[in-house]
């Protein structure tokens, strides 16, 4: 059981710094006072699901679930 629960801790740690990174390569929520006016309904913000900054929030929820699941079964006494 020791051996699992090192390797549930490096994959941990691992998933702890990849979520960290993707966290903050994602960019600001705030449009700006392009909001106001509506610029920022552009082709760019439409199709912002299927870009790289898409990827990245999918990634980041993906990871945090990973994060929160790992947390509950390294924290239980087995």
């Given at each position: 059981?020791?051996?699992l629960?090192?390797i549930l801790?490096?994959i ?5 710094i ?5 966290v903050l390569m994602?960019e600001g ?8 006016a ?5 082709y760019?913000?439409k199709?912002?699901?299927?870009s790289m900054?898409g990827a990245l929030?999918?990634?980041t ?15 239980l006494n087995?």
């Amino acid at each position: 059981m020791e051996i699992l629960r090192g390797i549930l801790t490096v994959i941990f740690i691992l998933v702890c710094i990849v979520l960290t990174v993707i966290v903050l390569m994602q960019e600001g929520k705030d449009a700006g006072l392009g909001s106001i006016a509506g610029i920022s309904e552009t082709y760019w913000g439409k199709n912002k699901g299927r870009s790289m900054e898409g990827a990245l929030v999918k990634a980041t929820k993906y990871l945090a679930i990973g994060f929160i699941v790992l947390s509950v079964i390294l924290n239980l006494n087995f």
